[in-house]
């Protein structure tokens, strides 16, 4: 019979050589991850940018819903000069006002934390609000282009 002191060597210079990864396995393992990281990185930034776009259509059509109880309590919808900033705080000479029409009453920025637009009379009806999108500038295509109230997303297509 062996004794466990005969043992526990006979052991160690098995394990020796099953410890740790080979360097020319964690490089394998890097190229995979890197790999995959290059096919699905767009798709996920794509998803990321879609849905600032779809967060910016959601707030304007809350400023739509706001501007109708304006239009109710005011008889019109605040001009240009006034803008959206009327939806939070009552214009000057405006006593028929029964706001604030937005939840905090504050104007939200658009997902790219720049200023609606808003214009009355409008192009498209008697308001238009937009937003110029990730570049901030009017126009532009893709995730640049200008979010804008209605059936019209995009003033780019």
């Known amino acids: 019979m062996r004794s466990n002191t005969q043992i526990e060597p006979a052991r160690r210079t098995a394990r020796e050589h099953e410890r740790g990864f080979t360097l020319v ?43 109708d109880l304006f239009y109710l309590d005011a008889g019109r919808y605040p001009s240009t000069s006034e803008g959206l900033a009327a939806l939070a705080q009552r214009p000057a000479g405006l006593s028929a006002w029964n706001g604030p029409y937005l939840k905090g009453g504050t104007v939200p920025k658009d997902p790219w934390n720049t200023d609606y637009v808003y214009r009355a009379p409008g192009d498209h009806g008697p ?31």
Do not use: H, W
Request: charged share 15%; proline share 1%; hydrophobic share 45%.
């Open 25 to 67: 396995e964690m490089l394998v393992v890097i190229t995979i991850i890197g790999l995959i990281m290059g096919l699905i990185g767009p798709r996920v930034l794509n998803y990321l940018s879609e849905s600032k776009t779809k967060a910016a259509r959601i707030q304007l059509q809350s400023f739509s819903a706001a501007l």
């Open 127 to 157: 308001y238009d609000i937009l937003s110029y999108g990730a570049d901030g500038q009017e126009g532009g295509s893709g995730t640049a282009a200008d979010v804008v109230l209605g059936t019209q997303t995009s003033r780019a297509q």
